[in-house]
Every structure is written in C-alpha cells, then in structure tokens.
C-alpha cells in the first residue's frame, strides 16, 4: 500500500488512520512499489499548479480534505512515525472543483474533486475521488508485424505509436493501427462519500464531474458509494440516470454486516468452535460467505473489459464436513457438549484480542472485556485497534457501550490503545452529557485531547496511579474495586486487579498488561479467580523477551504458580503465532492459550486442560495443512519454471530461422 485516500475527517474516516499507518510501518510493504501514490507530489488546479509540501522518499502518501496536515502533525508524537507519510490537501484558495492529483505512472490517475455541505457545525469538505485509466492501445499482433517484416527494436517502437520501415518490404512503413489490435477505451472508477441529509449539494458538482468525463469519452465503470445505509440512493441513482448511468453500475455498502468477508479468519475460528464449543460462540461465523465487490479496469486475456462484479454469495461453511476431514485422534477428542458460552454464568471474561505489536488475519491485538452480570455491565481491558469491531461479533454494540462501567489502559503502545477513541465516540453520540472513567498512564492524556478537539469523546481521565493503594480502590456508587500495579515494561507500565466482594459475589481478575515476571502483581493477585497474563515469546526467546521487557511462557507461567491463580489466560503472543502459539507443559496447571473471541465463564470449569489436549493435535493438523500448500506451491513453481524454458527455446529456435532466413 502506498497511498491512503481520506473523503472527509469525520471520525468515521479518520479514527483507523494511526493504526493503519503503524501496521504499515511496522510491516515496511510499501518501501518497494514505484508505481503508487508516493509520486504523487502537486495538485493541478483550474489555474495553474498549486505545490503541495511533501516529504522526500516517503513511502506513504495521504490525502485528504482541508485541515489533515495539521491533525497528522498533532498525532506524530504518537504515532512516532515521521517521513513515513508525505500530506496532499487542497488548498483552503480552491474553487469547489479543484485539479488532478496525478503520478507519474501512465497507467492510471488519481483525481479528485472538493465538495461541500453546510450543518449546524459550519462548512464540512468532502473528497470526492476516481480512478482513471487512459486508453490503452490493442494487443500487439505479432503474426502481422512477421509478415509486415518488423523485427526485434522495431516492434517496441510500433507498439509506442511511432511508424517503422520494414525489414523486408523496401520502402514499406508500418504503421501501429496495422499491427495492433482494438483499443481498449479510458475508463474510471468513482468512490464517491455522499452524507445522508446532504445528498442534494453534494451531487450538483458530481455530476458535472461526471458529465465532463463522459464528455470526453471515458466510459464510468463503476461507482463505490461509501455512505451509510441512511443515504438516500433513489435519489442518487436517479440523478446518476440523468446522464446515462445505469442502476448495475452502482456498488452499495453491504447492507448485511452480518456477512463474513475474511474467510480463512472465519475458517480458523469455525474450527475453534468445532473444537471448544464451550469456549467459542456457534453463531459467530454461520453467516454466508460473501466475496468483496471488485471490478476490472483492463482487458484479461484479451476480452472485453469486465463490468462490475457485485457481491457474490459463497456456500455456507458445513461444520460437519469439516469435521470429517480431521485426523481421527482429534475427533475422538471432540467434546459432546453444544453448550455455548452465552449459557454459563457471570462475570465472563471475554478475550478480544489476543495478538502483540500490530493485528494480523487471526489475531487481533489486545483487548479483555469483563461482562459483570446478565444486564449487560461491563469494563474493559486495554482497547488495542479495532477493539470495537471484535466487540460487534460477539455483543451488541448499542448495549456494551450504554452499559460500559469503565476502560483501563495499561500503557501508551498503539497495541494497547488506539482502538480508545472508537470506542469514546460511538458511546459519546449515545450519551453525550455522561463521560465515561478511562484510567491509564499519562500520555494518555494527549492522545485523547488530539481527537477532542474535533469529535466530543465524553470521558473522565484519571491517572493509574490514584488506584494503587488498595485502601482507594473502590470505584464511586460501585462494589466494584480495581487495583493498579506499576509492571516492568516501558516508562508508565501498569498492570491492574479487578474485584468484587460484596458477600453476594466474590470473584478477583488480574490483567498484567506487557511486563517481564514482576512480583508486585504476584502479590497485588495473590489467590485471583482467573490471571490473564501475557506471553509474547517461546522460552527459547528469552533473550528477545529480556530485551523488550516482555515475559516467556514458562515464566507467564510460575507467576501463575506464586499467584496460586485458580485460572491462567496466556495471551499477547508475537505474531510468529499466527494461528496456534507451540504447545505449552502447563506443570498441572489449569492454564490455556487464549485466542480472539474466547470467552471463559468464572464460576463454571472452562475446560482449558481438554483445549490444551486439542490444540496440540489441532497444530499438527494445520502443520499438515501448511505442508500440503507448499507441495502445491513446489509443483506450481516448478510448472512455471518448465513452461518458461518451453518459451525460452521456442524464442532461440525462431532467432536461428531469423539469422538462417
């Protein structure tokens, strides 16, 4: 990725920006592309060219409305990821149709226009953008370039539109529309952001965008729409009609967000589910399989250019079919209970995230969320990115958010809390007038007041510190107590003890967050009912885990032991565990390997022993899995390698008849 195009700075566009861009750093993909948006360095306007700032050799460029310099500026300290990004705003001098922000690949353009509505709060901006891509010439027909007598540098001139003279025709020159085949005519590709209640001022100028494109013989392909459910699309779909856009053009949001779109995730957590249905929820991934709307904007093979391929409905996954395809000592471990996890009692700790440093297909990074009875009472644990969407999979977001007691973070790692301000402003527009507890380190502070600014998050700051001393604990008109313990990780590392003891419940949590084995926690979760206790690194990485401050898991585990922790959670684990963290030896301890969506009830036996069983084998079933991709792989780049020898002497067989003729 190489280039992050914004349509607006609402917080809906804007509050997966800083995780996207620490992924991106983190995973370096973007250093290699020449062909994306980082050459990508001025705006055309009406009436001449307007410089843009930008940063040399960035590998990432963001473009957005009027006021995102000044918002990505104000979260690098942050973000802690300068000339990374270079910034393409329109300047606040630009009419509403403002030029063309175009890279220096022929292939394609990026353009964009600036629209505008007026609400309560004043003049929004909004980026309206389209991909476009310029004629592109025909097939080059070698059969009538030989004929013609076009031989080696030759063609590569024909094919750049320039006349040749023969080699074998004297004073024959060979024209490019005689050895080329149909042109492919310029296309685009719209993604327009219309807000619903605006879409009348919005679409004026859209439309004459449009009109000025089929204008000039660029055929629309296709039209994302990125507004919410709540626009008016009749009303859209007939202004687009006026210019002679049909209805199958457009591609709406997908209206069921019930339907899965990252399947091999989906697999990986319905196998789960076979596998602990008393740890995972059945329902979670029973819906459909959906494909993502794509679209072809050049010829494949040859044929025509494809039209929009709207949202495609797979099978649904059969649970019982894939159980029959499992090694046969793990079906005889599969457990005969279908009780859910939704049916036992509480408090239930649910896992939302179980993955370090950056989220990867089937872990998300960190976040625990403490259901405290069945009216639905809860706080959170750490809110690492894209907390907010796992809670969507398993509760219903209206009610967590109306019902959220309190939100602990234990440090300022982007693992541990971007996913905050999600979570503030959903709750904020529900309960504007009543600001949530959020307890963690300091530079907490300035992370949330960059987002005040612009969006009311509504919560009430205090630092970790206020809750170390037991006899402070007790949250107001609550019988609910946290306890906050300073842990060896980085500056302002805080781990925490949740409790209630009321004589009607007694139940302890204790949450480490990111910390080498640290005996004031020991001592502060001394007998809890359940430890959730990261494990970053295999013991053989111990170096590593000294280093980064972080724990083993055979040291995760003797905290545990020194705890005498009813339960133990291992969680955090490095993303060279994607699916399954080794095996551990849990020293007859009642101790698991937590995955994403897990929920484990307090008061009923999770059965973590059984699970630990399962997924020993389960790991050898995906080893075997991954094996078998790579035989196929082998085979597949063997294949290729044959059929570009085969190519290779075919082309040393004609330059001999050439040289001979």
């Not at 250093?31 to 009436?47: F, N, P, Q, V, Y």
């Not at 046969?328 to 009692?345: M, Y």
Request: hydrophobic content about 35%; charged content about 25%.
């Amino acid at each position: 990725m190489t280039g992050i195009f914004l349509s607006t700075l609402e917080p809906e566009s804007l509050l997966g920006l800083p995780g996207m861009l620490l992924t991106l750093r983190e995973t370096e993909r973007s250093r290699s592309s020449e062909d994306g948006m980082r050459s990508i360095t001025k705006a055309i306007s009406l009436k001449g060219e307007v410089p843009i700032a930008t940063k040399e050799g960035a590998p990432i460029s963001i473009c957005g409305p009027e006021g995102i310099s000044g918002l990505l500026d104000s979260m690098l300290p942050f973000l802690k990821v300068p000339g990374f990004y270079s910034v393409l705003e329109p300047p606040s001098t630009q009419p509403e149709q403002f030029g063309v922000f175009s890279n220096n690949n022929p292939a394609y353009d990026i353009n964009a226009i600036v629209t505008y509505y007026k609400n309560g709060e004043g003049v929004r901006q909004v980026l309206q953008y389209s991909i476009d891509i310029p004629e592109q010439p025909g097939k080059f027909l070698a059969e009538k370039a030989q004929a013609l007598g076009v031989m080696g540098k030759k063609r590569a001139i024909l094919k750049s539109g320039t006349a040749v003279e023969s080699d074998t025709i004297p004073g024959r020159m060979v024209q490019p529309h005689e050895v080329l085949g149909k042109a492919v005519s310029p296309v685009s590709v719209l993604v327009l952001s219309v807000v619903a209640g605006y879409e009348k001022e919005l679409m004026q100028p859209i439309l004459g965008w449009v009109r000025s494109k089929i204008d000039a013989g660029i055929t629309i392909r296709g039209i994302y729409h990125l507004g919410g459910p709540e626009v008016n699309y009749e009303f859209l779909f007939e202004e687009f009609s006026s210019v002679g856009i049909q209805n199958e053009t457009h591609i709406r949001p997908v209206e069921n967000q019930s339907h899965t779109v990252f399947q091999s995730s989906a697999l990986h957590h319905d196998r789960l589910v076979c596998m602990a249905p008393e740890l995972f929820n059945h329902e979670l991934f029973s819906h459909p399989r959906m494909r993502l709307p794509e679209l072809h904007l050049l010829p494949i093979a040859g044929s025509d250019v494809a039209m929009p391929d709207h949202p495609a409905l797979n099978r649904d996954f059969d649970m019982e079919k894939e159980r029959e395809a499992w090694p046969d000592d793990l079906k005889k471990l599969l457990a005969t209970s279908t009780t859910s996890p939704d049916n036992f009692g509480f408090p239930k700790v649910s896992m939302l995230g179980t993955g370090g440093m950056m989220p990867s297909k089937y872990r998300n990074v960190t976040s625990q969320m403490i259901e405290l009875s069945s009216s639905g009472d809860c706080i959170l644990l750490d809110a690492g990115e894209g907390t907010l969407g796992q809670i969507r999979r398993i509760r219903d977001v209206k009610k967590f958010l109306l019902n959220l007691r309190f939100i602990f973070l234990s440090h300022i790692h982007a693992d541990h809390h971007v996913g905050v301000a999600s979570i503030l402003y959903k709750r904020a527009l529900l309960l504007p007038n009543d600001p949530i507890l959020v307890i963690g380190p300091t530079d907490l502070t300035n992370y949330l007041h960059v987002y005040s600014q612009s969006v009311n998050l509504s919560y009430k700051y205090v630092h970790c510190e206020k809750f170390q001393d037991p006899a402070h604990s007790l949250l107001e008109m609550s019988d609910l107590r946290i306890q906050t313990i300073p842990v060896d990780h980085c500056s302002d590392s805080w781990g925490c003890v949740v409790q209630v003891r009321n004589g009607e419940e007694d139940w302890k949590v204790c949450f480490s967050g990111d910390t080498r084995p640290c005996d004031a926690l020991v001592a502060a979760g001394k007998d809890c009912n359940l430890l959730i206790h990261e494990a970053t690194f295999e013991d053989d990485k111990k170096e590593d885990a000294v280093c980064k401050k972080h724990s083993c898991v055979t040291e995760a585990l003797h905290s545990a032991k020194d705890m005498n922790a009813n339960e133990t959670l291992l969680t955090h684990f490095s993303q060279r565990y994607p699916k399954v963290p080794p095996p551990m030896e849990t020293d007859n301890l009642k101790a698991g390997l937590a995955f994403d969506l897990m929920t484990v009830s307090l008061p009923n036996s999770s059965p973590l022993e059984i699970l630990n069983q399962r997924l020993s084998i389960l790991t050898e079933y995906f080893a075997s899995l991954d094996d078998a991709k790579k035989q196929n792989s082998k085979i597949q780049q063997a294949k290729i390698r044959k059929e570009k020898q085969q190519r290779q002497e075919r082309a040393k067989k004609n330059t001999k008849r050439k040289k001979s003729n």
